[in-house]
């Protein structure tokens, strides 16, 4: 490189740096916000929250049912688990300061204004003004500091090891100051990919401990807990003093109900307002139902997982195995009898809402194909030409019947296994422990992960040997992903991050099903009556229908 030539390039850093710190000097203004940071700024794609007028005093009993049971440690964001599961329970007891809503997949929320520095390096956010705990306690930068430092869950050693401190200019303004860029920062502490950003409050969880606030938590958010009967149901109550706008429901009651007849049931006889997971055999009875109503609600893929599969003596260690598995599957014919059809056949594993998602539809990646002959072909190539025992297949719990439909899938070509249901909490406390939580290595695990963050986020999660909850450890993967931690380049990012989906699909490390449309049906007691349920399922990414607050039925007799 010439001397004239580095000048130029310098130059152009310059005026490029320049017009960062110009764009996120303007945003910040624009809003009539004050700046945080000194320096120039990355232009935040962060939206402007809507805050409502409700109507009235809140009113009514909103009943949910859950497609299984419930757990107590979901209540305490310090703890918060990898599944969306858990942000069931986030949007209503708790708040974040930047969260998925329907304005936009980054939201603000207790937060009214963020920064982030152009070298990745500085996050900063400011508070709105007067926010408080269920408790009637101010919350302040003092509640969001401590949070992030006790704070033990999902991501948790990511945060811990790039932070170098955490500056409180005031009550409503912090800055937290990392040791080498964290260009992932805004997407991590969104409250939709883990719990670090849901602000728990320092006073009461210090006095009445771990154990003491997951068996009565408080928070910022639309509705105060009020009770619970561990795994069967928790009760909660509208908090009119919620800074967005005041509930519309006076109690929400969750209840956890496997079974899908149970909650069919208890939709038709008016037990029940709301019900998870409505497919299968049931679907066609809620389509049927002219006092139901529902929304296919498209979040992310189904897709197999072999987890013990890199051990030399797992059958599954042989690519041909997974490819077998993966031509066996009749995904047309599950898409029919699981969703009536309105399920796409997608042949990528991460969501195609992600925006860094490559195209399962046949652009990027192609449609999944089902070939028994070929199959066999395949397998006979292995030490299975007949075929191979497994010892189980663990479906994505309720779904069982459609776990029973991979297996007589599998059992054509030979492969034969057992289905093992378990309850929801176990099950996602399993998929939190990566290849630990399912012993031996001749399993497969049926998942589903609607992760906002990118699919960067959801690769991190399964795919990186170095995350508790990763099924795929590949040292070709590892290398990519450690040049795409390193780089600054976000187009190099994209493609190091679109390398690795193309690899966990050809090598047959991760199998695409289909996207799932989340059925979810709602009674009639729910408002507004007829067509106009669509606003209830407006979150990008969400698989359920929050934010809690909006929901409306009719007052109780």
Same mark, same amino acid.
């Given at each position: 490189?010439?001397?004239?030539?580095?000048?130029?390039?310098?130059?152009?850093?310059?005026?490029?740096?320049?017009?960062?710190?110009?764009?996120?000097?303007?945003?910040?203004?624009?809003?009539?916000?004050?700046?945080?940071?000194?320096?120039?700024?990355?232009?935040?794609?962060?939206?402007?929250?809507?805050?409502?007028?409700?109507?009235?005093?809140?009113?009514?009993?909103?009943?949910?049912?859950?497609?299984?049971?419930?757990?107590?440690?979901?209540?305490?964001?310090?703890?918060?688990?990898?599944?969306?599961?858990?942000?069931?329970?986030?949007?209503?007891?708790?708040?974040?300061?930047?969260?998925?809503?329907?304005?936009?997949?980054?939201?603000?929320?207790?937060?009214?204004?963020?920064?982030?520095?152009?070298?990745?390096?500085?996050?900063?956010?400011?508070?709105?003004?007067?926010?408080?705990?269920?408790?009637?306690?101010?919350?302040?930068?003092?509640?969001?500091?401590?949070?992030?430092?006790?704070?033990?869950?999902?991501?948790?050693?990511?945060?811990?090891?790039?932070?170098?401190?955490?500056?409180?200019?005031?009550?409503?303004?912090?800055?937290?100051?990392?040791?080498?860029?964290?260009?992932?920062?805004?997407?991590?502490?969104?409250?939709?990919?883990?719990?670090?950003?849901?602000?728990?409050?320092?006073?009461?969880?210090?006095?009445?401990?771990?154990?003491?606030?997951?068996?009565?938590?408080?928070?910022?958010?639309?509705?105060?807990?009020?009770?619970?009967?561990?795994?069967?149901?928790?009760?909660?109550?509208?908090?009119?003093?919620?800074?967005?706008?005041?509930?519309?429901?006076?109690?929400?009651?969750?209840?956890?109900?496997?079974?899908?007849?149970?909650?069919?049931?208890?939709?038709?006889?008016?037990?029940?307002?709301?019900?998870?997971?409505?497919?299968?055999?049931?679907?066609?009875?809620?389509?049927?139902?002219?006092?139901?109503?529902?929304?296919?609600?498209?979040?992310?893929?189904?897709?197999?997982?072999?987890?013990?599969?890199?051990?030399?003596?797992?059958?599954?260690?042989?690519?041909?195995?997974?490819?077998?598995?993966?031509?066996? /599957?009749?995904?047309?014919?599950?898409?029919?009898?699981? &969703?009536? +059809? #309105?399920?796409? @056949?997608? =042949?990528?594993?991460? !969501?195609?809402?992600?925006?860094?998602?490559?195209?399962?539809?046949?652009?990027?990646?192609?449609?999944?194909?089902?070939?028994?002959?070929?199959?066999?072909?395949?397998?006979?190539?292995?030490?299975?030409?007949?075929?191979?025992?497994?010892?189980?297949?663990?479906?994505?719990?309720?779904?069982?019947?459609?776990?029973?439909?991979?297996?007589?899938?599998?059992?054509?070509?030979?492969?034969?296994?057992?289905?093992?249901?378990?309850?929801?909490?176990?099950?996602?406390?399993?998929?939190?422990?990566?290849?630990?939580?399912?012993?031996?290595?001749?399993?497969?695990?049926?998942? /589903?992960?609607?992760?906002?963050?990118?699919?960067?986020? &959801?690769? +991190? #999660?399964?795919? @990186?040997? =170095?995350?508790?909850? !990763?099924?795929?450890?590949?040292?070709?993967?590892?290398?990519?992903?450690?040049?795409?931690?390193?780089?600054?380049?976000?187009?190099?990012?994209?493609?190091?991050?679109?390398?690795?989906?193309?690899?966990?699909?050809?090598?047959?490390?991760?199998?695409?099903?289909?996207?799932?449309?989340?059925?979810?049906?709602?009674?009639?007691?729910?408002?507004?009556?007829?067509?106009?349920?669509?606003?209830?399922?407006?979150?990008?990414?969400?698989?359920?229908?929050?934010?809690?607050?909006?929901?409306?039925?009719?007052?109780?007799?």
């Amino acid at each position: 490189m010439t001397r004239r030539t580095g000048i130029k390039e310098l130059l152009a850093l310059i005026a490029a740096l320049a017009l960062v710190a110009a764009a996120g000097e303007a945003a910040a203004q624009k809003g009539g916000q004050t700046p945080i940071l000194s320096g120039p700024l990355v232009k935040l794609d962060i939206k402007e929250a809507q805050i409502e007028t409700a109507k009235g005093k809140p009113k009514g009993t909103f009943r949910i049912a859950q497609h299984f049971a419930l757990d107590p440690g979901w209540l305490d964001p310090l703890e918060h688990i990898f599944a969306l599961t858990m942000q069931t329970y986030d949007y209503l007891v708790h708040d974040a300061l930047i969260k998925p809503m329907p304005q936009g997949e980054a939201t603000y929320s207790l937060a009214e204004h963020a920064e982030l520095a152009a070298d990745f390096r500085r996050a900063a956010f400011r508070l709105r003004p007067g926010l408080k705990f269920h408790d009637g306690q101010p919350l302040s930068t003092a509640d969001v500091k401590w949070t992030y430092e006790n704070y033990k869950g999902a991501h948790a050693k990511l945060f811990r090891d790039k932070l170098e401190h955490i500056q409180i200019v005031d009550d409503r303004t912090i800055v937290f100051h990392f040791k080498e860029p964290f260009l992932e920062f805004m997407d991590l502490y969104n409250g939709a990919v883990s719990g670090i950003g849901w602000i728990v409050p320092k006073h009461y969880y210090e006095k009445v401990g771990r154990d003491g606030f997951k068996a009565k938590p408080i928070g910022a958010g639309p509705y105060k807990f009020v009770s619970q009967q561990a795994g069967v149901q928790m009760d909660f109550e509208a908090w009119e003093e919620y800074w967005r706008r005041t509930p519309a429901a006076k109690t929400i009651v969750v209840k956890g109900i496997r079974d899908n007849a149970a909650r069919l049931a208890g939709l038709q006889t008016g037990e029940l307002d709301l019900a998870f997971g409505m497919t299968g055999k049931v679907l066609p009875q809620v389509m049927a139902d002219k006092n139901l109503r529902w929304v296919p609600n498209f979040t992310s893929v189904w897709h197999l997982a072999f987890p013990g599969y890199n051990e030399p003596d797992s059958p599954f260690h042989d690519k041909r195995v997974r490819q077998a598995v993966s031509l066996a /599957i009749n995904r047309e014919f599950l898409v029919r009898q699981e &969703t009536q +059809g #309105v399920g796409k @056949v997608w =042949g990528n594993w991460i !969501s195609p809402e992600n925006r860094d998602a490559l195209k399962g539809d046949g652009k990027d990646l192609p449609l999944p194909e089902h070939n028994i002959a070929k199959a066999k072909q395949v397998l006979a190539q292995t030490k299975f030409p007949n075929g191979f025992e497994f010892e189980w297949f663990v479906p994505f719990v309720p779904y069982f019947d459609m776990g029973e439909r991979i297996l007589t899938d599998l059992r054509a070509v030979g492969i034969r296994g057992k289905l093992q249901s378990l309850e929801g909490p176990a099950f996602r406390a399993k998929m939190g422990q990566g290849r630990k939580g399912f012993p031996g290595n001749r399993t497969i695990v049926q998942n /589903i992960d609607p992760r906002p963050g990118g699919a960067k986020a &959801t690769i +991190g #999660v399964y795919a @990186v040997c =170095g995350s508790p909850a !990763s099924i795929v450890c590949e040292p070709q993967i590892e290398e990519l992903w450690t040049k795409h931690e390193a780089s600054k380049n976000l187009d190099e990012r994209d493609r190091l991050n679109k390398a690795i989906q193309k690899i966990l699909v050809e090598e047959y490390y991760m199998v695409p099903i289909y996207w799932n449309p989340f059925v979810h049906a709602i009674g009639p007691r729910v408002l507004p009556e007829g067509k106009g349920i669509e606003r209830y399922y407006d979150t990008l990414h969400a698989p359920y229908p929050w934010p809690w607050e909006v929901w409306e039925v009719r007052a109780d007799r």
